[in-house]
């Protein structure tokens, strides 16, 4: 696998005889730059490279992180963003494309979640501002690390936090999958790990000790009888998860465990706070010890914004379909936090993200290109 990307692959030029990036063949090339989180720093180069040879974009970079912004004095700025990590390779790399023309199918990790997402505003990053293509916003363009683990390390977070008045804008569009629909919000989460402790023992004299996966037996029983709310939040319909995704305890096949770690996961919908959410977890798993170990807010689906109600009016005028909400977290959030209305829009089915089956339609790549394109022209 090559650590760069042929930039005749996009086209700056604008687009005068109808001329396009070919988007399949730079998603593949994005993909195969190996770029689980934590090991983006190849794929981020090979990006940069691409950013710096356009004379309209003013790039900077803050780790593995790349902004890139053109400065036409427009009256309004369009924040476009999507991260470049991926969850770990399963034996899913490189891509392979299968069937051809609109039938066909591009298999790979990071297809759907989202290097398919970034390969369209790579596209479009180079080509608008071009001579010949001048956008009707001015439009930032963001290519950021470490999306796929804790929040905290997040290369937009991180962003923020340095350099806040690069996120600035009227408007922001996450590249995340959407299946080319547009989806508003999302669910904030937290990771809770709940604690038991026992009295250590050998197995054949167990009623010495005390254990401590025994101990938490109340705890899974709880988790396997709550019901998860379904919450409506400015018309769209959240769907809120509660789930333990991991459990940790004992050291030997002869040894009552003195000690036992429960990962729990909550999916929260947008009307409720981080501060809510963990006062719910306290009581629903009250007499535990609760220890909160990551959490992000969601944000609420914003699509009463002049701005936003009229992307989501030309893009699903050409894509089809209703605003729907985004049940996992995404960067919206942050957006939302600086003040940002931002939605998701993106091809690939959401359904499929981190799945060793992960697989795009690759006329989705077009359908969105045109779309974003389309309306950010003007159109």
């Given at each position: 696998m090559d650590n760069v990307i042929d930039p005749a692959l996009l086209d700056?030029?604008?687009?005068?005889?109808?001329?396009?990036?070919?988007?399949?063949?730079?998603?593949?090339?994005?993909?195969?730059?190996?770029?689980?989180?934590?090991?983006?720093?190849?794929?981020?180069?090979?990006?940069?490279?691409?950013?710096r040879g356009?004379?309209?974009?003013?790039?900077?970079?803050?780790?593995?992180?790349?902004?890139?912004?053109?400065?036409?004095?427009?009256?309004?700025?369009?924040?476009?963003?999507?991260?470049?990590?991926?969850?770990?390779?399963?034996?899913?790399l490189p891509t392979r494309l299968v069937g051809a023309?609109?039938?066909?199918?591009?298999?790979?990790r990071g297809t759907v979640d989202m290097l398919g997402g970034v390969a369209v505003a790579l596209a479009l990053a180079v080509e608008l501002g071009a001579p010949g293509s001048e956008p009707a916003h001015d439009l930032t363009w963001i290519f950021y690390d470490h999306e796929e683990v804790d929040s905290a390390l997040n290369g937009l977070g991180r962003l923020a936090r340095n350099h806040p008045e690069l996120l600035r804008g009227d408007f922001a569009i996450l590249g995340e999958p959407t299946d080319a629909g547009i989806e508003g919000g999302c669910n904030g989460t937290m990771r809770i790990e709940l604690r038991t402790r026992g009295v250590a023992a050998h197995s054949a004299r167990a009623w010495t000790g005390e254990n401590a996966i025994h101990a938490v037996a109340p705890a899974?029983?709880?988790?396997?009888?709550?019901?998860?709310?379904e919450v409506e939040v400015?018309?769209?319909?959240?769907?809120e998860g509660l789930n333990a995704v991991r459990i940790e305890g004992g050291i030997a096949g002869n040894v009552i465990p003195d000690a036992c770690v429960v990962e729990v996961n909550y999916r929260f919908a947008p009307s409720r706070s981080v501060e809510e959410a963990e006062a719910h977890l306290r009581?629903?798993?009250?007499?535990?010890?609760v220890v909160v170990t990551d959490a992000?807010?969601?944000?609420?689906?914003?699509?009463?914004?002049?701005?936003?109600?009229?992307?989501v009016r030309s893009v699903l005028a050409t894509t089809g379909g209703v605003p729907a909400p985004k049940y996992g977290w995404t960067d919206v959030a942050r957006f939302?936090?600086?003040?940002?209305?931002?939605?998701?829009?993106?091809?690939?089915?959401?359904?499929?993200?981190?799945?060793?089956?992960?697989?795009?339609?690759?006329?989705?790549?077009?359908?969105?290109?045109?779309?974003?394109?389309?309306?950010l022209l003007g159109g």
């Open positions: 700056p030029t604008g687009n005068p005889t109808g001329k396009k990036s070919d988007l399949v063949a730079l998603t593949r090339a994005i993909c195969d730059i190996p770029s689980v989180s934590g090991d983006e720093t190849a794929l981020a180069d090979a990006i940069e490279a691409l950013l356009c004379a309209h974009l003013e790039v900077l970079r803050d780790g593995d992180a790349l902004v890139a912004r053109t400065n036409l004095g427009r009256d309004r700025r369009v924040v476009v963003a999507g991260h470049i990590d991926t969850v770990p390779i399963a034996d899913n023309g609109d039938d066909a199918v591009l298999w790979g899974l029983a709880r988790l396997a009888a709550y019901e998860p709310r400015d018309g769209l319909v959240y769907r009581e629903v798993f009250e007499g535990f010890d992000a807010g969601g944000a609420r689906p914003g699509l009463d914004d002049p701005l936003a109600a009229e992307f939302s936090e600086l003040g940002v209305p931002a939605v998701n829009f993106g091809p690939g089915d959401p359904l499929l993200a981190h799945k060793d089956d992960e697989h795009l339609p690759v006329a989705q790549l077009a359908q969105c290109r045109d779309a974003l394109r389309a309306w």
